[in-house]
Nanobody
Framework: EVQLVESGGGLVQAGGSLRLSCAAS????????IGWFRQAPGKEREGVSC????????YYADSVKGRFTISSDNAKNTVYLQMNSLKPEDTAVYYC????????????????????WGQGTQVTVSS
């Protein structure tokens, strides 16, 4: 059974930090890229960051560059998203998802291209 389980969300003040985790199982992790997406109330789901488990390449949305860092522990089949200098506009439900790494990286921020999704974890940043 394929599973992606997010954890680490919570309530934090602006300027604070959180680290999200995405634990994957049930598929060959080394052949997939793992992306983080977020969805705020009334808004579309948007790509935040992605890492390819095969080559370690990382990708970031402009809105989080320099503040968020994605990393992967292939031995644990887990991807992390370290979020620093959080802003109220970062408030959203954060999801991790898996896409075959053989896809062009132009698809890495496309929600429709992903095969598997987690259930999401809430991140709330207070001002």
């Amino acid at each position: 059974e394929v599973q992606l389980v997010e954890s680490g969300g919570g309530l934090v003040q602006a300027g604070g930090s959180l680290r999200l985790s995405c634990a994957a199982s049930g598929f060959p992790f080394e052949y997939y890229a793992i992306g983080w997406f977020r969805q705020a109330p009334g808004k579309e789901r948007e790509g935040v960051s992605c890492i390819s488990s095969s080559d370690g390449n990382t990708y970031y949305a402009d809105s989080v560059k320099g503040r968020f860092t994605i990393s992967s522990d292939n031995a644990k089949n887990t991807v992390y998203l370290q979020m620093n200098s959080l802003k109220p506009e970062d408030t959203a439900v954060y999801y991790c998802a898996a896409i075959l790494a053989s896809y062009s990286d132009t698809y890495y921020f496309s929600t429709s291209a992903y095969d598997y999704w987690g259930q999401g974890t809430q991140v709330t940043v207070s001002s």
